[in-house]
Structures are given as structure tokens and as C-alpha cells.
């Protein structure tokens, strides 16, 4: 078995001390700014063009790049309404 010295070790520690606040608060950011909605839609568009895609690749793209540029019309429109 290959060991590993207790420098190397404590340098590991010292690193994930420093990072781990920087890396939890970039995941906290992340996580406040995705909803439970948001997923739903993504991984709907995804199974929707991986099921087109199988028919027929034209289909898909054309679907599901309309669905994208209704969706983005939609959220521009509540960016106004909410300013």
C-alpha cells in the first residue's frame, strides 16, 4: 500500500480549510438562485428533444429550439412587469 506523509496530509487539511467557506457560499449562491420550477423545465425541454430526436433530428431541433425562444420571450416579459 502506498502511505502518504503527514505533511502532505496537513497541507490537504490547510487547503480545505481556506476553500471550504468560498466553496459552500458559491453553492449556497447557487442554490438560491435555482427553483425546484426551473429543473422541471430544463430536464422536461431535455426528455422532450431526446424523444423527438429519436423520431426524427429536424423535429427535435425545431421543437424544442421554439419552445427555448417562447420560454425566453415569456421571461423578458416578466422582467418588465416586475420592474
Do not use: E, N, W
Amino acid at each position: 500500500m502506498a502511505s502518504t506523509s503527514t505533511a502532505k496530509l496537513s497541507f490537504y487539511l490547510k487547503i480545505t480549510q481556506v476553500f471550504a467557506p468560498h466553496l459552500l457560499s458559491l453553492l449556497k449562491i447557487l442554490v438560491d438562485a435555482f427553483d425546484i420550477r426551473d429543473f422541471i423545465l430544463l430536464g422536461g425541454l431535455g426528455m422532450l428533444g431526446y424523444g423527438l430526436y429519436g423520431y426524427d433530428p429536424r423535429l427535435a431541433f425545431s421543437v424544442c429550439g421554439f419552445l427555448l425562444m417562447l420560454l425566453a420571450l415569456v421571461m423578458k416579459g416578466r422582467a418588465k412587469v416586475a420592474k
